[in-house]
């Protein structure tokens, strides 16, 4: 406490917060009235490509943003030069609330996190039913993150003229995820892809998945080619000569109702580092009153958690508790079993 106030430092301390008031320090900074609001499609090594009305903006984060990342999906306010063309450089002076986030971690010891997408509302777990083998899990751990981001996940089974989706359908069934099962044969009638927007119409869905699995594919049956090329899509070829996503990019459908579809690059794991089991029970409506009685920082997957008893006592479905918990231990295995 100050006394005499002999101190100098001490009453520049004091002083300072009196003299500028209150008020919250985005006043302080510039405010940016005249800034455009767009949407990230691509983000290329701190360079970003916007959708801002109906022009494709190139622009950089604005150093007052300091270290938040703007990512795929975020919608941002914009400054400088608005016209999309050539070698012109806008500034991303705001990245708006997010309504959802995607988060991995590179593996599970990994505390850094990384936001895969913002503001996807869905998330297609792509996986081909052969080459690549199907890993479910990796499938578990994509759910996890789902659940725990706020997305609803939506099971995408490719390569269908390769192998049956039979074994998967029924180890997911209990989870009650909606699926569709495709292969470039039916998209060629348009089979799957009525399906396909039936799920994604309106919405926006990030797609997800091992590489190889299909989702280029996916992608690019369902919007069409000149929607593709506005937006500079490119894919890189690897050392293989195979076409490989590189970042994400995100694609509006051609849907009256409109949506987005984000493909994403191929993912060998996904760290889940930062899920909170809380969160991810409420994706399991069912289960969720059957916590109330649970140890305090339950992992709802230890021998003291109250959702034994409570399903033991007919409130719930045993299947659904086995595939909660079959969820929750992914982070506790190795993620190549
Ligand atoms: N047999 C079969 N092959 C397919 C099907 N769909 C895609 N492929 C092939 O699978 C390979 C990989 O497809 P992509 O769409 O590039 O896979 P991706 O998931 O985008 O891969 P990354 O970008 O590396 O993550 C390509 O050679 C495709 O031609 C399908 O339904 N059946
Ligand atoms: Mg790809
Ligand atoms: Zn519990």
């Given at each position: 406490m100050r006394r005499y106030g002999k101190n100098p430092d001490e009453d520049d301390v004091r002083v300072r917060p009196n003299r500028k008031g209150n008020r919250p320090r985005t006043n302080i900074r510039p405010k940016h009235e005249?800034a455009?609001?767009?949407?990230?499609?691509?983000?290329?090594?701190?360079?970003?490509?916007?959708?801002?009305?109906?022009?494709?903006?190139?622009?950089?984060k604005a150093r007052e943003l300091g270290r938040k990342a703007a990512?795929?999906?975020?919608?941002v306010s914009?400054v400088?030069?608005?016209?999309?063309?050539?070698?012109?450089?806008?500034r991303i002076v705001r990245i708006g609330a997010r309504?959802?986030v995607?988060?991995?971690?590179?593996?599970?010891?990994?505390p850094y996190e990384?936001v895969?997408?913002?503001?996807?509302?869905?998330?297609?777990?792509?996986?081909?039913?052969?080459?690549?083998?199907?890993?479910?899990?990796?499938?578990?751990?994509?759910?996890?993150?789902?659940?725990?981001?706020?997305?609803?996940?939506?099971?995408?089974?490719?390569?269908?003229?390769?192998?049956?989706?039979?074994?998967?359908?029924?180890?997911?069934?209990?989870?009650?995820?909606?699926?569709?099962?495709?292969?470039?044969?039916?998209?060629?009638?348009?089979?799957?892809?009525?399906?396909?927007?039936?799920?994604?119409?309106?919405?926006?869905?990030?797609?997800?998945?091992?590489?190889?699995?299909?989702?280029?594919?996916?992608?690019?049956?369902?919007?069409?080619?000149?929607?593709?090329?506005?937006?500079?899509?490119?894919?890189?070829?690897?050392?293989?000569?195979?076409?490989?996503?590189?970042?994400?990019?995100?694609?509006?459908?051609?849907?009256?109702?409109?949506?987005?579809?984000?493909?994403?690059?191929?993912?060998?794991?996904?760290?889940?580092h930062h899920?909170d089991?809380s969160?991810?029970?409420?994706?399991?409506?069912?289960?969720?009153?059957?916590?109330?009685?649970?140890?305090r920082s339950?992992?709802?997957?230890?021998?003291?958690?109250?959702?034994?008893?409570?399903?033991?006592?007919?409130?719930?479905?045993?299947?659904?508790?086995?595939?909660?918990?079959?969820?929750?231990?992914?982070?506790?295995?190795?993620?190549?079993?």
């Amino acid at each position: 406490m100050r006394r005499y106030g002999k101190n100098p430092d001490e009453d520049d301390v004091r002083v300072r917060p009196n003299r500028k008031g209150n008020r919250p320090r985005t006043n302080i900074r510039p405010k940016h009235e005249d800034a455009s609001e767009g949407m990230v499609l691509t983000v290329d090594r701190g360079r970003l490509t916007c959708l801002v009305e109906d022009r494709i903006i190139h622009a950089m984060k604005a150093r007052e943003l300091g270290r938040k990342a703007a990512v795929v999906g975020d919608r941002v306010s914009i400054v400088g030069d608005l016209s999309g063309d050539k070698d012109t450089l806008a500034r991303i002076v705001r990245i708006g609330a997010r309504s959802s986030v995607l988060r991995r971690t590179a593996d599970d010891d990994d505390p850094y996190e990384r936001v895969v997408v913002a503001n996807a509302d869905q998330l297609a777990i792509v996986t081909a039913l052969a080459d690549p083998e199907p890993r479910p899990r990796l499938i578990d751990r994509c759910l996890v993150a789902a659940y725990d981001g706020g997305l609803t996940p939506l099971l995408v089974l490719t390569k269908s003229d390769l192998a049956s989706a039979d074994e998967l359908l029924e180890m997911y069934g209990a989870l009650g995820v909606p699926h569709v099962v495709t292969s470039w044969e039916e998209f060629g009638d348009g089979v799957a892809a009525g399906l396909m927007r039936e799920h994604l119409s309106g919405r926006t869905t990030a797609f997800v998945g091992h590489s190889g699995v299909g989702k280029t594919t996916l992608v690019n049956a369902l919007v069409p080619e000149e929607r593709r090329r506005s937006t500079g899509h490119v894919n890189a070829v690897t050392g293989r000569g195979r076409h490989t996503t590189t970042s994400a990019l995100a694609l509006p459908l051609a849907d009256e109702k409109g949506g987005w579809v984000i493909d994403t690059p191929g993912v060998r794991s996904f760290g889940l580092h930062h899920v909170d089991p809380s969160r991810v029970i409420l994706a399991f409506p069912d289960l969720e009153p059957g916590t109330a009685n649970c140890p305090r920082s339950c992992s709802h997957n230890e021998p003291d958690c109250a959702l034994d008893a409570w399903v033991a006592e007919g409130h719930a479905d045993p299947a659904r508790l086995y595939s909660l918990r079959r969820l929750l231990s992914t982070r506790e295995r190795r993620e190549g079993d």
